[in-house]
């Protein structure tokens, strides 16, 4: 039979719409489940991309009942509340963990062999939930983590240095939050170490101009949802992103949020720092040799988001 690339994205808000939209475009799924408690509001949705299909590589839509979500390959999480502005990520622990707990199973039921893709927030804590409830192996519970992070870092310095942001790579890691971190020691531009870049561009920036460019990344969200209510657009490619390193078993580097094992001198908590990832999940996890200040600030990173994992998780 031929192998079928099936997706299911619980929630069709903001990111769950986005997201399938972004799916559409790349035509890697041939088959696009979008299933949400507003029944209405997934019907509306499919409706709505499914009427651009002669414009796009042929994929099958549908607002799915639970038993459509039946051999999914992946299964991409996005329900639950958004921040409100004033709100951090981490203040959506509670609602949000509540609405993992009762609507992964069931879907999962449907389809054990799906790799999980959380993008709730907070999607570190979320993940290791997911993970937890689950019973998978920690390879096939990914979050989007600081993919999007990471891209906007890209950005900032793209910009900055009037570098195509293809040719600009950083990592941002930790927490998809406030505690993250850049990873400045391991940036290249163009096949240079930042460092000698900056020597050889001589625009003289300094340490100051370093720390305004990741406030700029690490505030990014807020600045988008004072400005518009909501943030989907970049998050919509960034699971897309993933979804195309897995489908099409890349063997891509991503910072994808995973369950550590002792990577890092971490265990027990999920975050961020460069995966492989292909078919299988995440393929390999990759050690970045980190500063000591930057060893420093991912260690607090990752207690940071431990502190919001139930008591009996924690170590
Ligand atoms: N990880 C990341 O990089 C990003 C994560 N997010 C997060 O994604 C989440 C969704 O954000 P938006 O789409 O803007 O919110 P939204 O409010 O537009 O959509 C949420 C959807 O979830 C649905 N839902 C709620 N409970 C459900 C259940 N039990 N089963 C199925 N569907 C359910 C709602 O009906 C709604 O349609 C938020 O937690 C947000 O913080 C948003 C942007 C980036
Ligand atoms: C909302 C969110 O997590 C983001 O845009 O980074």
Redesign the pocket.
């Known amino acids: 039979m031929e192998k079928t690339n099936k997706i299911v994205i619980?929630?069709?808000?903001?990111?769950?719409a986005t997201t399938a939209y972004a799916l559409l475009i790349s035509g890697i799924a041939s088959e696009l489940v979008l299933?949400?408690?507003?029944r209405q509001?997934a019907e509306g949705e499919i409706m709505d991309l499914a009427h651009g299909a002669s414009f796009v590589p042929p994929t099958r839509l549908r607002a799915g009942y639970l038993a459509d979500c039946r051999e999914a390959d992946i299964i991409i999480f996005?329900?639950?509340?958004?921040?409100q502005p004033g709100e951090t990520?981490l203040d959506?622990v509670d609602k949000?963990t509540r609405?993992v707990e009762?609507?992964l199973l069931p879907i999962l039921e449907q389809a054990p062999e799906a790799l999980v893709l959380m993008?709730?927030?907070p999607?570190d804590v979320l993940t290791y939930q997911a993970w937890k409830l689950s019973g998978l192996s920690p390879e096939r519970v990914l979050?989007?983590g600081t993919v999007?992070d990471s891209a906007r870092f890209r950005h900032v310095l793209g910009q900055h240095c009037g570098v195509d942001v293809r040719n600009v790579h950083g990592y941002i890691l930790g927490e998809?939050g406030d505690s993250e971190l850049a990873a400045w020691s391991s940036v290249h531009i163009g096949g240079i170490r930042l460092d000698d870049y900056c020597l050889a561009c001589g625009q003289g920036c300094g340490q100051e101009k370093r720390e305004e460019m990741f406030r700029q990344v690490r505030d990014a969200?807020y600045q988008i949802i004072q400005a518009k209510g909501?943030?989907?657009y970049a998050?919509g490619l960034?699971v897309r992103r993933i979804c195309e390193a897995i489908l099409r078993d890349e063997h891509s580097i991503l910072t994808v949020s995973s369950l550590m094992q002792g990577e890092y001198g971490l265990r027990d908590v999920c975050l961020s720092v460069p995966c492989v990832i292909g078919r299988q999940g995440r393929i390999k996890v990759l050690e970045l040799n980190l500063t000591a200040e930057e060893k420093e600030k991912l260690q607090h990173s990752a207690a940071v988001i431990a502190s919001y994992l139930p008591a009996t998780d924690r170590k």
Do not use: E, F, P, W
Request: proline share 0%; no cysteine; aromatic share 6%.
């Open positions: 619980v929630g069709a808000g903001n990111v769950g299933y949400d408690i507003n509001k996005t329900a639950g509340a958004a921040q990520r959506l949000n609405i009762k609507a993008v709730t927030n999607v979050g989007s999007l998809h969200a909501a943030t989907y998050v960034a």
